[in-house]
């Protein structure tokens, strides 16, 4: 499969490492556990998003665009990362952010990825909860048409085919660098949420003939709904490279157990999650992604879903950022460690 003939900006630093989780694989006493660090694909605290923008980039280059406009929760690791990008080569940038997530801590309104995004020189937009935001991402492109500017939009999450080309092009990378450790693949877990990185991986991998199974851990919807979206897009981009041979549904493999009560909103499990890959392992989640995607693969370690002899290769699509938005839940303390008695901002102020 040959995916020279789309425009692609090279943005990231690839490969990312694949690296052995020993101390998380011997405190759970299951598989393997493997993680590829697309955490640090680079561009500002790097993440899943700069693949997808690689290919985003290119066509946005190609079309002649000179403003970028792309949507997300205030909290959203993609508009961060694309923000950076459009710093990167030169364009302007306009982020919508919808004030989703019942959140009131300021950290959440102000700290993490929206700072970022404003020291990226976006121009940011603020909806509340509930807009349409797809209406809203047109609005804002007709309204700069009208003034002359050629902008280039960006769905949620940069989940059109021509972004989900970052996930094929990264199952590629993944098996060369399996490959290449002598590793044997028996499981792909990844957090799913607008399904770029889901659906490019199961078509990344079918196009090589690989029958390594990928396991979306929702993070936004019921599985249901998750997997209709996955498959959706796995399709459209199938069609995109010409691999016309159909995908089973069963190659999409989504669980929504760990999402909890919705989207960016916390889980017990993913703050344990969070702390014990931290603690065990020197490597940091994200609060909204990988947090319960790791609290997905832990939980079905324990329950005994797979083999000692089987390595697991759990996607870190990044995020850090977030955990700055988040710092009143992720200070609480772990039942299995010694508390860590935050002072309270009454304290400190
Ligand atoms: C966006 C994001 C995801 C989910 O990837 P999708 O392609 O949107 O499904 C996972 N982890 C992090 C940190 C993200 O920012």
């Given amino acids: 499969m040959n995916l020279d003939r789309f425009p692609r900006i090279d943005l990231c630093h690839a490969p990312t490492p694949l690296e052995f989780m020993p101390r998380l694989t011997q405190h759970l006493g299951g598989p393997q556990i493997w993680i590829k660090r697309d955490d640090c694909t680079g561009m500002a605290l790097g993440g899943n998003k700069a693949r997808k923008l690689e290919f985003l980039m290119g066509d946005a280059l190609q079309q002649g665009a000179d403003h970028v406009v792309t949507l997300g929760a205030l909290q959203s690791n993609h508009v961060r990362q694309t923000a950076a990008a459009a710093a990167r080569l030169g364009l302007a940038c ?6 989703r997530h019942p959140n009131p801590d300021p950290d959440y309104l102000h700290n993490g990825n929206v700072l970022l995004d404003s020291l990226l020189g976006a121009d940011i937009v603020y909806r509340p909860g509930g807009t349409d935001m797809p209406a809203a991402l047109t609005q804002v492109g007709e309204q700069l048409r009208a003034k002359g500017r050629r902008p280039y939009l960006i769905p949620s999450g940069g989940s059109n085919p021509v972004g989900t080309l970052g996930y094929v092009k990264a199952a590629q990378e993944l098996l ?11 499981h792909i877990v990844v957090a799913s949420g607008s399904a770029g990185t889901h659906a490019g991986l199961v078509v990344g991998l079918a196009a090589q003939a690989s029958t390594v199974p990928v396991q979306g851990f929702a993070v936004s919807q019921a599985a249901h ?22 995908l089973a549904p069963e190659a999409i493999r989504v669980n929504a157990d760990y999402l909890g009560a919705g989207y960016s909103i916390p889980t017990p499990a993913m703050v344990d999650a969070v702390q014990q890959v931290a603690r065990l392992e020197g490597i940091l989640l994200d609060p909204v992604y990988t947090g319960k995607a790791m609290a997905g693969l832990i939980d079905w370690v324990r329950r005994g879903h797979y083999r000692a002899t089987e390595n697991i290769v759990f996607i870190h699509t990044g995020g850090q950022a977030g955990l700055f938005g988040f710092c009143d839940t ?14 309270s901002r009454q304290e400190v102020l």
């Fill in 94 to 99: 306009t982020v919508i952010l919808e004030h």
């Fill in 176 to 186: 060369q660098q399996a490959q290449e450790k002598s590793l044997r693949l028996d």
């Fill in 225 to 246: 709904l998750q997997h209709a979206r996955v498959s959706t897009l796995a399709l459209a981009t199938a069609q995109t490279i010409g691999h016309l041979t159909p």
């Fill in 330 to 343: 992720l200070s609480q303390s772990s039942p299995d460690h010694t508390p860590y008695m935050a002072p």
